[in-house]
């Protein structure tokens, strides 16, 4: 079956300091892969998302690069904020399955000190 | 686009009772809706697939006649815990597929409390 691994957290930084939350993945067919943002007492908002290999998806400073050779799409941000701090959920929608019935990792906790 | 709405975002209700949870996409039709439970600082666990027009499709493990879906149209599926419980407290949350897409929105989430 399909699953999604991501680093445990929380993952506590400084403001501007270099972030990556790392998440691998298995499939069975050719996934969209996905992250997700869930800031506190929120649901879940699309942050990006990569459709096939190489692809890169970027919003808000956020960069993940679909790597099938490693099945990897890790999380990159240059210099993160105070207001990234949230839990962000790596994620698979497998086409192949036809169902679409997503994936989720277990969330990683950011946690960003001024 | 692709806007989800949740109502209520949150409801105190005491054991027994029964409380239903709408999500609507606002502006997409969405034959395929997903409603999830999230226990305090973990991941969400799938509950059940709803289609519009037909019966949904549960996880292993997910009482079918406590948790009562319907997905009556494109744009609104309907969650009932029924008799709820203290132990039924949790935060709701669900999120639809675009026609044809494979990506999900989220719905802002329902706290459900049983007293």
Redesign the interface.
Same mark, same amino acid.
């Given at each position: 079956g399909n699953s999604v691994t991501q680093m445990e957290g929380p993952v506590t930084l400084s403001e501007e300091a270099f972030l990556t939350i790392n998440c691998t993945y298995t499939a069975t067919g050719y996934p969209?892969l996905?992250w997700?943002v869930q800031y506190p007492?929120?649901? +879940?908002? +699309?942050l990006l998302?990569a459709?096939k290999a190489d692809d890169k998806g970027s919003n808000k400073g956020f960069e993940a690069t679909y790597r099938k050779e490693t099945t990897s799409f890790h999380l990159e941000k240059g210099s993160v904020q105070v207001s990234d701090s949230a839990v962000y959920?790596c994620a698979l929608?497998d086409?192949a399955g036809g169902?679409?019935?997503?994936t989720?990792?277990?969330?990683t906790?950011l946690i960003v000190h001024p | 686009g692709a806007v989800?709405s949740?109502h209520p975002s949150w409801v105190i209700c005491k054991s027994g009772t029964s409380v239903k949870i709408e999500c609507r996409s606002l502006d997409f039709q969405a034959t395929?809706m997903?409603w999830y439970r999230q226990f305090p600082?973990?991941?969400?666990m799938?509950m059940a697939?709803s289609n519009e027009g037909s019966k949904a499709t549960y996880e292993q493990g997910v009482e079918k006649d406590k948790f009562l879906i319907n997905h009556a149209s494109l744009t609104l599926s309907t969650l009932t815990v029924t008799s709820a419980h203290p132990e039924d407290s949790s935060f709701y949350?669900c999120?639809a597929?675009v026609m044809g897409g494979?990506?999900?929105?989220?719905?802002?989430?329902t706290?459900l409390t049983v007293l």
């Open positions: 969209s996905f997700y007492g929120e649901g +879940l908002q +699309l998302k459709t959920f929608s086409r169902s679409y019935i997503p989720f990792g277990r969330g906790s | 989800v949740q395929t997903f600082k973990q991941s969400l799938l697939t949350i999120s597929r494979d990506t999900q929105y989220f719905g802002p989430g706290r």
